[in-house]
């Protein structure tokens, strides 16, 4: 069956930091990708996805590339700031169906 | 304007209660959704209807019923409730069930079994 696999946090960074979370994946045929983000006490939203290899998906610094050959998907930020303390979750669906295979989260913390 | 939006926000109840929680999306969405998400924050999909109609059903204990009036609406109804079942209920849409979309989650329901 499909799976996702993130790297286990928390991570701390200091802000201004470079941010990677690794994410890699097992699927058939050719999945969705995605990453939501979940802030404390809220529900998910998406941050950025991308529906085809090769696609870059990108939103508020965040980027993520599509790599078919590693299946992976990892996210990366250039520069942290407090207010991405968060747990960042990798998902993909594939199948058709919106049936989401979602990582089990990285928390993130950002310190000042 | 709430785009998905679920009541309670808390709950509290006893062991082998029976509960509701409501669900509304107001994005025109054909599709809706029902997560589990427990303590460690891992997130696993219950079920999920298009147009009123049940295409997802995991592996959910019966006790759990989801029901949609209309496609607007996705409540989950839980019978006998158990102490496993303590959790943050999410509820989702997305515009239809392809696997491009997007899914706009709603702020979640916090159970408590006690």
């Known amino acids: 069956g499909d799976s996702v696999t993130q790297m286990e946090g928390p991570v701390t960074l200091s802000e201004e930091a470079f941010l990677t979370i690794n994410c890699t994946y097992t699927?058939?045929?050719?999945?969705?990708l995605f990453w939501y983000v979940q802030y404390p006490g809220e529900g998910l939203q998406l941050l950025l996805k991308?529906?085809?290899?090769?696609d870059k998906g990108s939103n508020k610094g965040f980027e993520a590339t599509y790599r078919k050959e590693t299946t992976s998907f990892h996210l990366e930020k250039g520069s942290v700031q407090v207010s991405d303390s968060a747990v960042y979750f990798c998902?993909?669906?594939?199948?058709?169906?919106?049936?989401?295979?979602f990582g089990t989260g990285t928390k993130l913390q950002v310190i000042p | 304007d709430t785009a998905v939006s679920q009541t309670p926000k808390y709950l509290v109840t006893q062991m082998g209660n029976d509960k509701s929680i409501k669900c509304e999306q107001n994005?025109?969405?054909?599709?809706m959704y029902w997560y589990k998400q427990d303590s460690k924050k891992f997130l696993k999909i219950m079920f999920s209807?298009?147009?009123?109609?049940?295409?997802i059903n995991e592996t959910v204990p019966n006790r759990f019923s989801p029901k949609s009036p209309d496609k607007a609406h996705l409540n989950l109804h839980i019978n006998s409730l158990e102490l496993g079942d303590s959790a943050v209920y999410f509820c989702?849409?997305?515009?239809?069930?392809?696997?491009?979309?997007?899914?706009?989650f709603g702020p979640g329901t916090r159970l408590l079994v006690l």
């Open positions: 989702a849409s997305s515009q239809d069930e392809v696997q491009q979309e997007t899914q706009y």
């Open positions: 209807y298009n147009n009123k109609e049940l295409i």
């Open positions: 998902a993909l669906v594939s199948g058709g169906y919106q049936k989401v295979t």
């Open positions: 699927a058939t045929g050719y999945p969705s």
């Open positions: 991308a529906t085809k290899a090769d």
């Open positions: 994005l025109g969405h054909d599709t």
